[in-house]
């Protein structure tokens, strides 16, 4: 999406959108709503009162080819209460608007924002308008080359008018936005594009964006022993890869990174504990994790965070095969510890924990934040609103909690403790992959919890309910959501960005 924020434009011979408010629709309209329904005749009242339109947060009215003006259509739009109107209910005006106008036919909208009334500044909104739009309109349409004409999407460009200083807020978050775009997809790739080495071949280009990019072999893997990620590659014929990502945007004494860990296994038969037919090609999305720490990694590079971080994915396709692992094996992790692999479909927790083990060696961070499709059971719990969160310390819960709400990827805190952890003690090794029937996205949590040093504040995202969507919401289509990305971005910002 062409997005610009002219300080007027001398045609409306596209789609023309214009806000009002709650107190218009009691009071009377007034500013560029007054002059269009003056224009056309008291058209645009009377259509407002037949829609029963309040001024709601983003509800649309729409008119086409209205009176008075050459507009081909023009769109209506609440803002909801001035003083609740913030960034993120300017986010779903502009989601709104584009989910309307994306395969409407329409070419080019233009926004008017003149002289509404924000809970902030209206060059933010603005922004935080175009930005809702441009999430909106994501589509993955690549392999469909049979699109009708009505079909496909149209609206190309945005003009928001009337906010002066919106573009240096909006360039923000279009370097996120791109991150988003990046994951999203990732995420939609089927399994036979994105497996690892095609990921990190994608990912290379971030390279161009000031990100450092270092990547594993199994025969590095190996050597660092990696055991437990190497066990579940082990029955696929592509090779696994670990990819980190380096943003230094603090120079010389950046001092430790915050580290994100993503899961990337990039398809998920489940293995030899083989996973049911039914909505198995959905397990190509089982990188989500990683696929949101590479958004992320991109967004804060091209916004150049003034932070440390550094994003490291775990890369591998768990494939049934001759050669692969057996329920009952016993894999050693890269720090000695022993695990029994009960259930080969529990492999998520098998990659991740090296990478814990690998990061922790490596960069001795202080913070580590990983993102999985962990299980299963955390879509029974929470659905697809909120991700599961995971925390061995509550400053860094909050402030998750924090971003997530502020961006809405939404987090919900779960339990830990002992007595969870016991269930995954083994008879025979130093612990199984799996705890049983009951609290399965707490039991794994407990397995990775395993694995972080003392000291070592870490949170777990559990986002296999969030991932993928199967309706579309305000700001995504249906399909991947990249969610993650917006909360990473966050996160770091509030609570590790130097202000320069
Ligand atoms: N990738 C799955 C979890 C998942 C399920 C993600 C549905 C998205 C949608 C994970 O590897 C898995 O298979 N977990 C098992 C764990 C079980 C064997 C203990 C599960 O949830 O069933
Ligand atoms: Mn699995
Ligand atoms: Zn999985």
């Given at each position: ?7 007027q ?37 009377r ?67 003149s ?34 004409e ?67 072999d ?28 380096r ?50 990694m ?7 965070a ?23 094996d ?19 927790r ?11 060696k ?78 399965g ?8 919890a ?51």
């Amino acid at each position: 999406m062409e997005i610009s924020f002219p300080q007027q434009i001398d045609t409306l011979a596209h789609a023309h959108a214009v806000l009002v408010s709650p107190a218009e629709m009691k009071d009377g309209l007034a500013g560029a709503a007054a002059a269009l329904d003056a224009a056309g005749g008291g058209q645009l009242r009377r259509a407002l009162a037949s829609a029963r339109f309040e001024g709601e947060a983003a509800s649309v009215v729409e008119l086409l080819a209205p009176a008075g003006t050459e507009a081909t259509r023009l769109l209506v739009v609440g803002t909801g209460d001035p003083d609740k109107a913030d960034a993120a209910v300017f986010e779903k005006i502009g989601g709104a608007l584009a989910a309307r106008l994306l395969t409407s036919g329409e070419t080019r909208l233009s926004v008017d924002v003149s002289g509404v009334q924000a809970a902030l500044p209206l060059a933010e909104a603005a922004a935080h308008l175009a930005h809702g739009a441009a999430l909106r309109s994501w589509r993955f349409d690549r392999y469909r080359t049979t699109m009708k004409e009505k079909q496909k999407p149209t609206l190309v460009a945005i003009d928001v008018i009337g906010a002066t200083g919106a573009g240096a807020w909006h360039d923000r978050l279009a370097a996120i936005a791109g991150g988003v775009a990046r994951t999203r997809e990732l995420v939609s790739e089927p399994a036979n594009i994105i497996y690892p080495e095609s990921f990190v071949e994608r990912a290379m280009d971030l390279a161009g964006l000031g990100i450092e990019l270092t990547v594993l072999d199994e025969d590095e893997m190996r050597t660092l022993g990696m055991g437990a990620l190497l066990g579940v590659s082990q029955g696929s014929v592509r090779p696994a890869r670990v990819l980190a990502m380096r943003w230094n945007g603090l120079g010389a004494d950046a001092g430790k990174p915050v580290l994100l860990v993503g899961k990337g296994v990039t398809f998920d038969t489940g293995g030899i504990s083989l996973k049911p037919a039914g909505g198995m090609e959905d397990m190509k999305w089982d990188m989500g994790g990683a696929g949101a720490v590479t958004g992320a990694m991109h967004a804060l590079a091209a916004r150049k965070a003034r932070a440390h971080v550094v994003g490291v994915v775990g890369l591998v396709e768990n494939m049934p095969d001759g050669n692969a692992q057996r329920p009952g094996d016993v894999v050693t992790s890269m720090d000695g510890q022993t695990i029994e692999v009960i259930n080969t479909d529990a492999e998520g927790r098998l990659v991740l924990c090296d990478l814990l083990c690998w990061v922790q060696k490596t960069w001795s961070p202080e913070v580590i934040v990983d993102l999985a499709t962990l299980t299963g059971a955390i879509i029974v719990s929470l659905g697809e609103e909120y991700a599961g969160l995971f925390a061995n310390e509550d400053g860094l819960a909050a402030q998750l909690e924090a971003a997530g709400r502020s961006v809405d990827d939404k987090l919900w805190r779960m339990p830990m403790g002992p007595s969870y952890d016991k269930l995954i003690d083994s008879p025979i090794a130093d612990m199984k992959n799996v705890g049983g029937r009951h609290a399965g996205s707490v039991t794994a949590a407990q397995f990775l919890a395993r694995f972080i040093k003392p000291g070592v504040k870490w949170a777990h995202l559990d986002i296999a309910g969030t991932v993928w969507a199967d309706k579309a919401g305000t700001l995504h289509d249906k399909g991947a959501t990249g969610f993650g990305v917006r909360l990473l971005d966050r996160f770091i910002a509030d609570n590790f960005e130097t202000r320069g």
